[in-house]
Structures are given as structure tokens and as C-alpha cells.
């Protein structure tokens, strides 16, 4: 990776931050979801994830009221951790909708 | 060859090799100081890697090599990776030095390794002070120690562990932080812990067990004794009160057995904390609601016995110049009570039928009969608890002038604040007379073969005492004694004198040598203080 990439990369990532919890939004919106399908969403949407960040952004959201877990049982392994959007979550989600909708014009305008 | 070893991820079991457990278990514990102390997200980080395992086909029987541990790894990212950027920003805003316990360094709670790290000033020398303080204080400065151990949080994530130290909480520390391997000592295990919670555990089981094995002797024994005696005397408040006392004994054993569990696995979660708190409302509850009752239901019953109380004054003309009394009585105690004022008596007994004892005094010249017969109340042989009360609590008291000589011819006779130079007693075998209180210069006894004879609390100079076979004589301070023993007796038969203090004791008019115990053919005379 030469310091162009490397530089590239470094601002990908500062946008990707805030893009990964909307991404993680839209996957559980439509129905309850546990942190491997949300992984496979992800990556079969190529978003390109280290797995490690999605567990302390599921428990953020979780704690500032944006989704809600339940535990359910599975057929093979232990239970799982469902997570779901909860309404504040999906005004939230919505609202973001907006803004980057907003983000977009303003690229193309440029 | 490789070693291979079990573990657990998620709750399932697998094999692996050791050093893929080893690596494994380090990134986990990495993980974990990151994470702030979220066990479920640990859990679902543990079933990510099963399902991650069972995508490269380990599952079952099949062995966890490096291999593995290092692709999962790569798939989850480096433990630093686990931290919440989000969050970071907000404590470093806030970065401030907390007061935390150290329980990493610490040797048992990790609070002066806590304070250490606080103040900068070196563990060992914080050690040295407190284990002085402790000397000092007799010990009470350990419960400061214990409520500082509640106190403050355990530093558990890494942050808390730079917190603790007053280092600013930034992205590169706490990477920094999350690579070191420490070892990861779980508290509950250090050795002075593990001293700890067993012996409080142990502790609490044996009062639980104690507890318990007094509610089961004593409420057994009580609850036997109650049953069998009538409950109209007892009031139904103080059986209530009783099974009270028992809950709240059994609820006591409970809550101790409950500690002894928090004690043993070390932890106090609020489920736990809620049903001991429950539990100690419960058991005070009871018990106060149990002495409440007590109190009520002993009222009632005094009321009850006071109910059945009856006391009788008669007058008593004919003593008036009497010059000796004889006194024959079955079981109901005669007190006789030296007055000037007319003479009477006082008859008092306790029925549930209106009978009272059977009394009479024939007066010849100068002498007075005053004879009592055997006071029972029919009810009572039906009613164990009446029949204990009645006969016990029927007394006759009377009071009258001084008397010259008492003869007594059964059952007990108290002669009472008499104050004269002279006293003439004849002891029977069937009875006891005790001179209580009152002043006599001069005291003849004979007591027969089998009586007792009781002057420990008058005041009597100059006794002269006959002392027949198996009889007790107790007498006080005296300043010359005259003692006459049998010399012939069965081989089991014994007279016992006690003294307190005489200055002359003679007997059959010599003085003889005084020592704590002076053992005659067939008595055993006991001075308490002998003169020599």
C-alpha cells in the first residue's frame, strides 16, 4: 500500500464510521436479526468489515435505545442474541436516510 | 506431537491443542479488559467463534489447532479493533483519575494497590501502614478496610485500569494496555481470598446449622411441653407467638445459608442482594410480631392466674398471748410473722373452683394448734399447669405475737422478724422450719430424725442444736454454737450442718478446732469462713 492508498484509507475509515451504524440500522429494520446474519448482510452487500468493530457498535446502539435485543433459542449452539430496531431507532434511521440522500446531491452537484 | 486439552466456548465443548487454547484464551482475556465488563457480548463473540469454527469444519471430535486460532483472529480483528471509538471520545473528554481497586495487584481486595496507583505512593509502604492501623485499632480499622473494598469499583477494562492511574484514555494506550498479558487473576481465587470466603462460608453454616438444630430441639421440646399442658391457661397469643419464633428462627438459618452461598462463590448480585434483603424484613417482622405477642399473651395469662387468686384475711383473736405454737401442715407453706399490732391471718390460693384450703387454730392454756390440711384443687388433677399453680400458690401467713417455742410437726414453717432473747424450736421429721430475718440471743433446736432446720438469714448469738439422723441444719453468723451428732447411723444415712462464720463451736461442751469441713461419724459439719 503506498501513502496515497494508506491516506485513502485513513478518510474511508472516518466515513465509514458513521456509515457501518446506519448500514447496521437497515439490516435489522425489517426484521429481527443475530450478529452472524448481520455480518453476512454486510459483507454480501460488500462492505468491507473487521468483524471486531460490529460488537461494541451493537452494544452502543443498544444502550442509546436504537435497537432492543431478545434471546432466542437455536437449533444447533446456544441461544441468540437477537437484535431488532425500535422505533426511536427507526426515526433515527430515517433521518439519516435524509442526510445522506442531502450528501449525495451535493456530490453530484459538485 | 501435540498436546490436546478441552475447553469451553459458548458452552460447547472442543478439543484443542494447547497452544491454540493458550493463544485463544489470551485473545479473549484481550478482549475482554476492552470490552467494559459486558459479559453477553463476550457470550456472543464466544458463539461467532463456534459458528466460525464450524465454517472451517471443526466441530465435534475434531481438534482447535493454531491454524484455526489465527484465522479467527484474522476474521474478528485485533482486540483493539473491539473498541468503541464512539466511546473513547467521550472518556477522554471526561479523563479524569478515578479511585478504583486494583485487584490485579492487590492480594486481596486490591484497594490499597487501588489507593497506591491513586496517589502514586508505593503499595508496600500503604501495606506496612495498614496492617499497623489495624494493630492500633483492636482490629476495627479492618472494617474500614471491608467497607472501602465495597466502595470503590473494581478497575475491570482497560480504560479503567488507565483511569485508574491517572493516564489519559486514548486510542493508542489502550491498545498499548490491551497487549500487555497480564495475567488474568479472577479475585475470587487469590489465596487470602479463597481463606476468606471459606471461612466466612463455613461460618455461616454453622450458625445456619445451629440456628436451624434450635428451632428443631427447642420448638420440639416447647411445642411437646405446650401440648400437653391445658391451653386455657396459656392464651392462643402466646402459641402464635411461639410458632412465630420459629419462622423467624428457620427464616435466620435461611438468610445465613444464604450469605454462606454469597461467601462461597464470592459475588452478591441484586437478585441475591433483593431476596437477602427480603428475607431479614421477614424474619424482623416475625420476630417483633413474636415479642408483641409474647408480651401480650404473658399478660393475659398473669391476668388469668390473677383471676384465679383468691386471698382470704381472718382474724385471729385467740393467738393473742400464745406462748407456744404448734404448727401441722401437708403442702401448703405456714409463714409465721412476728407483729404487735391484733393478730391475723392471710390465706391466699389459687383456684378455678372457689374451694380453699382447710385451716383451724385450738387454743389450750398457752399453747396454739394452727393446723393445715393438704390443699388440692380437684381441677388440677385433670390440668398438669393448674395443678402445678394451685398447690404451689396457696400459702398461709399469718401474723401473730412472739412465740416462746414452735413445735413442728410437718411441712414447711417460716418464722419471720421475730426479735426476742429466746427461741425454743422441736423439728420433726416431716418438716422444715426456717427462721428468716429477726433478732434471738439465744436459739435451742432439736431437730428430729429427717427434719430441716434453716437460720441463714437471722441473727441468732447462741445456738444449741440437736442434730437427729439425715437432717440439714444451715445456719449464719453465730458467736457460739453447741452441736450434738448422732453417734450411730446407717451406712447411708448423713446429717450435713453448714456455717457461715461461728467463733466458738463446741460440742458436748468442749471447743473443738475449726476447719472448712469436719467430717463425725454420722455428720458433715462445713464452714464456710472457720475461726482458728
Known amino acids: 500500500m503506498n501513502d496515497s492508498e494508506k491516506y485513502a484509507e485513513k478518510l474511508a475509515t472516518q466515513l465509514r464510521k458513521g456509515f457501518l451504524a446506519y448500514c447496521v440500522l437497515k439490516v435489522c429494520a425489517k426484521e429481527p436479526k443475530y450478529t452472524s446474519d448481520i455480518i453476512h448482510r454486510l459483507s454480501e452487500a460488500e462492505l468491507v468489515v473487521v468483524e471486531g468493530t460490529i460488537y461494541p457498535l451493537l452494544s452502543r446502539l443498544q444502550k442509546d435505545g436504537l435497537l432492543a435485543h431478545e434471546w432466542q433459542e437455536s437449533e444447533q449452539g446456544p441461544p441468540r442474541k437477537y437484535y431488532r430496531l425500535t422505533d426511536f431507532g427507526q426515526e433515527v434511521a430515517d433521518h439519516i436516510t435524509k442526510k445522506i440522500a442531502d450528501l449525495n446531491k451535493t456530490l453530484k452537484k459538485l | ?532
Open chain 2, 1 to 532: 506431537m501435540k498436546e490436546i486439552t478441552r475447553i469451553h466456548l459458548a458452552r460447547t465443548p472442543f478439543n484443542a491443542e494447547l497452544d491454540a487454547k493458550k493463544e485463544l484464551e489470551k485473545y479473549l482475556s484481550a478482549i475482554k479488559k476492552i470490552l467494559k465488563a459486558d459479559d453477553d457480548t463476550l457470550r456472543e463473540i464466544e458463539a461467532r467463534i463456534v459458528e466460525l469454527l464450524a465454517e472451517r469444519g471443526v466441530t465435534g471430535e475434531n481438534v482447535i489447532t493454531t491454524d484455526d486460532v489465527e484465522k479467527i483472529k484474522e476474521q474478528l480483528g485485533a482486540p483493539s479493533e473491539f473498541i468503541d471509538d464512539q466511546e473513547l471520545a467521550d472518556v477522554e473528554s471526561a479523563g479524569e483519575k478515578r479511585l478504583m481497586r486494583d485487584s490485579e495487584k492487590g492480594i486481596l481486595g486490591g484497594v490499597l494497590a487501588g489507593i497506591g496507583a491513586y496517589t502514586g505512593i508505593d503499595t508496600v509502604w500503604l501495606r506496612l501502614i495498614a496492617v499497623v492501623l489495624a494493630l492500633l485499632s483492636f482490629g476495627t480499622a479492618v472494617l474500614v478496610y471491608v467497607v472501602l473494598w465495597i466502595a470503590m469499583p473494581q478497575a475491570k477494562t482497560a480504560a479503567d485500569k488507565l483511569r485508574m492511574r491517572g493516564e489519559p484514555v486514548t486510542l493508542e494506550a489502550l491498545k498499548k494496555q490491551s497487549e500487555t498479558v497480564s495475567q488474568e487473576i479472577s479475585e475470587k481465587t487469590k489465596p487470602l481470598v479463597v481463606v476468606l470466603r471459606v471461612l466466612l462460608g463455613l461460618g455461616f453454616v454453622a450458625t445456619a446449622i445451629g440456628a436451624l438444630a434450635l428451632v428443631v430441639t427447642g420448638g420440639s421440646i416447647i411445642g411437646i411441653h405446650m401440648s400437653e399442658e391445658a391451653f386455657s391457661v396459656i392464651d392462643v397469643s402466646l402459641v402464635a407467638a411461639f410458632v412465630l419464633v420459629l419462622i423467624s428462627g428457620l427464616l435466620f438459618a435461611i438468610l445465613c445459608s444464604m450469605l454462606a452461598y454469597a461467601s462461597f462463590v464470592w459475588r452478591l448480585n441484586k437478585s441475591m442482594a433483593f431476596s437477602v434483603i427480603a428475607v431479614i424484613i421477614a424474619g424482623l417482622m416475625t420476630f417483633s410480631g413474636a415479642v408483641g405477642l409474647g408480651i401480650y399473651g404473658g399478660k393475659v395469662t398473669e391476668q388469668k392466674i390473677q383471676d384465679m387468686t383468691h386471698t382470704e384475711k381472718v382474724q385471729m383473736n385467740n393467738l393473742t398471748g400464745v406462748k407456744k405454737l404448734v404448727v401441722e401442715n401437708g403442702n401448703v407453706p405456714v409463714e409465721y410473722r412476728v407483729t404487735s399490732g391484733s393478730p391475723y391471718a392471710e390465706i391466699q390460693f389459687v383456684s378455678t373452683q372457689d374451694k380453699k384450703p382447710e385451716w383451724s387454730l385450738e387454743r389450750k392454756k398457752d399453747i396454739a394448734t394452727l393446723s393445715v390440711k393438704s390443699f388440692e384443687d380437684t381441677d388440677c388433677e385433670d390440668k398438669a399447669w393448674y395443678g402445678r399453680l394451685c398447690v404451689s400458690n396457696a400459702s398461709v401467713i399469718v401474723y401473730g405475737p412472739s412465740v416462746e417455742s414452735i413445735e413442728a410437726i410437718a411441712g414447711q414453717v417460716g418464722y419471720k422478724d421475730a426479735v426476742q432473747s429466746s427461741l425454743t424450736l422441736e423439728i420433726e421429721s416431716q418438716a422444715t422450719v426456717t427462721l428468716d430475718g429477726g433478732v434471738i440471743n439465744d436459739v435451742k433446736v432439736n431437730v428430729a430424725d429427717g427434719g430441716t432446720f434453716n437460720a441463714e438469714n437471722a441473727a441468732i448469738t447462741k445456738g444449741d442444736i440437736t442434730v437427729g439422723r439425715d437432717t440439714s441444719v444451715t445456719l449464719g453468723v453465730l458467736a457460739e454454737l453447741t452441736l450434738i451428732t448422732p453417734d450411730t447411723c446407717g451406712s447411708n444415712s448423713r446429717s450435713y450442718v453448714a456455717i457461715d462464720r461461728v467463733t466458738v463451736l463446741k460440742k458436748v461442751g468442749k471447743t473443738i478446732d475449726q476447719s472448712e469441713e469436719i467430717q463425725e461419724n454420722c455428720t458433715t459439719i462445713s464452714i464456710d469462713n472457720p475461726s482458728i
